[in-house]
């Protein structure tokens, strides 16, 4: 990330079109990315990270700083994410896309490639079995680098609490991982 | 301190307490299980899709736009049509075509520097200005657009 999307905060207020440009470009694919981890379901994804932009855009006025703006929007994100989740839940929705998320290839041969396409595939299948928070919590720190700091403001959590996720979501998933393998 | 206590201590970022790495150096069952934890946080780290798909700015911006300008157009318009009764003699739907306020589209009249805009709302105006133009180039936004997107506010 060359600048940070704070930055630009004040080149958006000041009505700099390309500031708004860069701010949604910089953002939308961490955050899509971040709702697919969750939800396991690509169009989903894409329309619930369509509407945490919306509402960050809509609400860029009530932003106090006090946190990142990528805090802030992934903070958004995490909330609709929960809340369509409980509403999922209440549907009795099936999540579970086989649809594949294109996984990082390097210049691996092609069984090494394989191998690895369906370690990465065993892993995401193992982070659908968690709870969403503790979900939530492996895949900020894992795939978006945040600090439990930052995870904790997204989540609403003590920092504390967010590291006893942490914890207990890496033990979890380890569990699940050693059970697929012993099948 | 618990063996969780202690390799939350160790495994989570932040200073580490003496005791914390302590109790892990001297505990098999911690210190494995420590190891196990990071393979697993390494896993995971691979398991990172690599897309980064971008949404089209487009969509997010129409769905922003329209509903402010439209919100912010409807006083301008009210005022047109106040000013043009006040003229006389002409009939409202006539000057209402050509008066130039009510020949702006509801995104120009949003770009006005409105008076009536509340205070504290500069914000709004801020980034409506800056997302104006781009929209713009992209496609226009239609005033049934507008108004599918107040409705469905």
Known sequence: MAEAPDEWLEQIKAGEPAAVQRLLDELSGPVRRYLEGMLHNPAQAEDLAQEALVRLLQHLGEFRQEASLRTYTFQIAHNLALNHLAAASTRREEYGSEEPLQAEDGHQGALEMVAAKEDQRRVRQALKLLAPQQRAVVILRAWEDMSFKEIARVMGLAEGTAKAHYFFALRNLRHHLEAKNDA | ?153
């Open chain 2, 1 to 153: 301190m618990t063996h969780e206590e202690a390799l939350i201590r160790v495994l989570c970022q932040g200073p580490v307490p003496v005791e914390a790495i302590s109790h892990v150096e001297a505990c098999d069952s911690c210190r494995s299980e420590l190891q196990a934890l990071r393979q697993t946080e390494s896993d995971i780290r691979r398991a990172k899709p690599a897309f980064q798909a971008r949404l089209d700015s487009r969509a997010v911006l129409q769905k922003v736009l329209p509903a402010r300008a439209h919100r912010r157009a409807w006083p301008a318009v009210a005022a047109a049509a106040l000013i043009a009764g006040l003229l006389g003699g002409w009939s409202f739907g006539r000057l209402a075509h050509s008066s130039p306020a009510a020949s702006l589209s509801a995104q120009e009249m949003a770009l006005a520097d409105a008076p009536w805009a509340p205070a504290g709302d500069d914000s709004t105006l801020s980034l409506l200005q800056a997302a104006y133009p781009m929209a713009e180039r992209f496609s226009a936004v239609t005033a049934a657009d507008a108004g599918s997107f107040i409705d469905s506010e």
